[in-house]
């Protein structure tokens, strides 16, 4: 699997459909190196509609964990 471990677009690039096409683009690098699941975390607390985005891109929610008070939705996707 890879990891997606970080992920941002400035606020003033939002909504063009970056980090769509960023996601897009390591699914495919990692398809065409065999790898068969595509898994990252997604920062819930102050960014409830973040989970949901990758919902849309296909993922589902395996597991939900806290850190320093925060929580994070661990999210995975098969791509092959």
């Known amino acids: 699997a890879i990891y997606i471990s970080a992920l941002g ?9 970056i980090a ?5 683009l390591a699914e495919s690098r990692a398809r065409q190196s ?5 898994r990252l975390d997604a920062r819930k607390s102050g960014y409830e509609k973040l989970p949901k985005f990758y919902e849309w ?3 589902i929610t395996k597991t939900e964990m806290i850190d320093e008070g925060d929580t994070y939705v661990l999210m995975e996707k098969e791509i092959i």
């Open 57 to 59: 891109l296909g993922y």
């Open 34 to 38: 065999g790898v068969r699941f595509c």
């Open 9 to 17: 677009v400035h606020p003033s690039a939002q909504g063009q459909g």
């Open 20 to 24: 769509q096409e960023l996601i897009k």
